[in-house]
């Protein structure tokens, strides 16, 4: 048994069972109705009853995990014997890894001799989901803990995100979009393609006109992009529309021979932001 734990938080959008099964812990990000005080997390609602809400009109807020409540987190392994791995929430989404980079540093001075390492990993969604299921297997394969750190920073960069959304009006409510970019594209039946760069940001990258030429520019980027499109895996998250999902994956399966890897739910720490309809793919690339 490694004297190491591959830690990550609910942002990856694995479900924490599946997440169990791959030797890997998790810790609970946050959200809430912005009507109420009270912090949530996906343990109190299920996705479906969160994005029905949502399309009742019902608005959600996250936050960031404080830096108090990831140190016990980390002191409740280290002082156990064993350090930490955590691959950690978008700092382009999230003020999460700073408050983890704090966390360590006050978790490491009590605990002389364990380490707690806390990688930035500049993605969301099931593509942190990609990035830890690759840290999984390559721990199982007997990599050390430095060598798995040096392994996970490298592969960052190459973890490809592409999604769609199926209403602006929740990225305009997070300044991604203006409200009159918001406005055309509801009227004309514009579909945005957008991806996550190099700093972990979202980025608008085009408009296609109807949800069947979103999917398919998705696809396409797959094909075109991908570092071994035959031979690799893929990654589908979706917020609330599996039948896209499954339509997207039939695209690539049959240019490719293969279905995803995994399908998973978009859950409230993303989707607070980007709405119900949401449509993700995530894959190692030559190029974000």
């Not at 490694?2 to 609910?10: M, Q």
């Not at 917020?239 to 021979?257: K, Q």
């Not at 932001?273 to 190029?287: D, I, N, V, Y």
Request: charged fraction near 25%.
């Amino acid at each position: 048994m490694s004297d190491y734990i591959i830690l990550t938080d609910s942002g990856c959008d694995i479900k924490e069972s599946e997440l169990a099964e791959w030797g890997v812990r998790r810790l609970d990000l946050t959200f809430k109705n912005v009507e109420s005080s009270e912090d949530c997390t996906d343990r109190d609602v299920s996705v479906k009853e969160f994005y029905d809400m949502m399309r009742g009109g019902v608005v959600f807020q996250t936050s960031a995990a404080n830096p108090d409540y990831l140190a016990q987190v980390f002191e409740r392994e280290v002082s156990e014997g064993r350090d930490v791995l955590y691959i950690c929430f978008s700092s382009g989404l999230s003020g999460t890894f700073g408050s983890a980079q704090l966390a360590a540093g006050e978790v490491e001075a009590k605990y002389p001799g364990r380490r707690v390492i806390v990688i930035d990993s500049l993605c969301a969604s099931a593509g942190h989901g990609l990035l830890v299921y690759l840290a999984k297997e390559r721990r199982d394969a007997g990599a050390g803990l430095d060598e798995l750190a040096a392994y996970v920073s490298e592969t960052v960069p190459k973890v490809c995100h592409w999604f769609t959304v199926d209403d602006l009006v929740y990225l305009k409510r997070g300044g991604r979009v203006s409200a009159a970019a918001c406005f055309a594209a509801t009227v004309l039946g514009i579909k945005p393609v957008l991806h996550v760069d190099d700093d972990g940001h979202l980025i608008n990258m085009s408009k296609v006109r109807g949800r069947r030429l979103a999917l398919k520019a998705m696809a396409d980027k797959y094909l075109q992009t991908a570092i071994d499109p035959k031979g690799g895996i893929y990654f589908i998250s979706h917020g609330d529309c599996i039948e896209d999902a499954e339509r997207l994956e039939n695209m690539i399966a049959a240019a490719v021979g293969h279905k995803a890897a995994h399908i998973s739910d978009i859950g409230p720490v993303i989707g607070a932001h980007s709405g119900p309809g949401t449509l993700a793919l995530f894959f190692l690339g030559t190029q974000r």
